[in-house]
């Protein structure tokens, strides 16, 4: 048999193909397989992994907008309230300073009377002071003479008989 003959090489090419063909199928056939199959479960599992962690990015996302929602609304109600006791506010210290005012016009008016009442009281005094005086100097005046008190007296009598 020749081996260099192209008949004989495709034999021995056969064989040898076949050899290492059953060669590989037992011994690295099913490691390769096994790589492959590993493989291959690692990335589905990858991909269940990320389409896993897509829906909890939509779950926080749709719990991040129910969260700010409801602190929008709260921030709403705030901004509310406070508007409302500042308005309060406002009134009760509008309502404060008008009774203070009117409390202080009627102190004011009560002062005022008070003064015009003692005013009142001292000219009174002062017009009685000087009528006195001038009625004790006419007095004096008409009594310094004896004809002009005698007038005086029958006057004065006079005066009581029409009553």
């Not at 050899?19 to 096994?34: C, G």
């Not at 008070?114 to 005046?141: D, G, P, W």
């Amino acid at each position: 048999m020749n081996f260099t003959a192209p008949e004989s090489l495709i034999f021995w090419t056969t064989l040898i193909f076949i050899l290492f063909f059953l060669l590989m199928r037992k011994m690295a056939w099913k490691p390769i397989l096994s790589a492959v199959k590993d493989r291959e479960n690692s990335i589905k599992d990858a991909l269940l992994s990320a389409e896993n962690a897509k829906k909890e990015m939509m779950a926080l996302k749709s719990d991040n907008q129910k969260l700010l929602d409801e602190a929008r609304a709260e921030r709403d109600t705030m901004i509310k309230e406070a508007t409302a006791i500042k308005e309060k506010m406002i009134a009760d210290a509008k309502s404060e300073a008008q009774t203070q005012g009117a409390k202080m016009i009627e102190q004011a008016k009560a002062t005022i009377e008070s003064e015009k009442n003692n005013a009142v009281a001292e000219i009174k005094n002062q017009v009685s002071s000087l009528s006195l005086e001038i009625a004790e100097k006419l007095l004096k005046e008409e009594l310094s003479n004896k004809e002009s008190q005698t007038k005086l007296v029958e006057k004065m009598l006079a005066d009581v008989k029409l009553n």
